[in-house]
């Protein structure tokens, strides 16, 4: 169930004073990621399961413990751009222009714009991901046309998650397809829109990520 927006600001002002800065950062993360929830179509359940995958692949892929917190905690703001995106947009149902598909993908600039230019290593992490997880390993992808290992492993990992999810999930005019028929989808793009590093991880990890989804059903 969603909180109500004034009692959260209650609940943060009476937080300051009373917790260490990690605390307050991950805490202001996950206020930020909620302004991307409110607005999202299955935003709450969908940041919940990235969040999970992110995790997993992290993990999977031996990076140090800061950094699959890190990662795990910021893969919610993956989004959060998108608040400045209209909803005859976001929440339409036909196929979008491609002048709407352009107004889209500024949810990228606009979510590092709108982290701004962070101190800790949270919020870089925060801001790589918003910026960089439509990056393709190939370099086709947006808002700059980075490519293999230039795009940082952050939003490399979101990328993958948020794919992996969005194909799991019943969104705009597509359906939901099962669980191997989205790793199959995946490891096609590896080495073409992702890190085939990433899909790998994701592959050895299908078990824990199977998990997710009957939870959810
Ligand atoms: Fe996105
Ligand atoms: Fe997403």
């Given at each position: 169930m969603k909180e109500n927006p004034s009692s959260l600001e209650t609940s943060a002002a009476a937080d300051v004073g009373s917790k260490d800065a990690a605390f307050h950062a991950s805490h202001l993360t996950r206020r930020l990621a909620m302004l991307a929830e409110y607005r999202l179509p299955d935003g709450v359940e969908h940041i919940k399961r990235i969040q999970a995958i992110a995790q997993i692949l992290a993990t999977e892929l031996g990076l140090d413990a800061t950094m699959v917190h890190a990662i795990s905690e910021t893969s919610?703001?993956?989004?959060?751009?998108?608040?400045?995106?209209p909803d005859t947009i976001l929440h339409k149902t036909e196929p979008l222009t491609p002048e709407e598909r352009d107004i889209i993908e500024t949810h990228t600039t606009i979510g590092a714009r709108f982290i701004?230019?962070?101190?800790?290593r949270l919020l870089r992490t925060a801001r790589a991901v918003a910026l960089s997880h439509h990056e393709c390993w190939d370099g086709s992808?947006?808002?700059?046309?980075k490519a293999g290992e230039d795009i940082p492993i952050e939003a490399r990992i979101v990328a993958v998650a948020d794919t992996f999810d969005a194909l799991q999930s019943l969104r705009r005019h597509r359906k939901a397809i099962p669980i191997e028929m989205a790793a199959a989808v995946l490891e096609q793009g590896g080495g073409s829109r992702f890190d085939p590093a990433i899909v790998a991880a994701l592959i050895a990890s299908l078990p824990s990520i199977s998990e997710l989804y009957k939870r959810r059903s």
């Open positions: 919610q703001l993956h989004d959060v751009g998108m608040v400045a995106v701004g230019r962070p101190t800790t992808g947006y808002p700059n046309g």
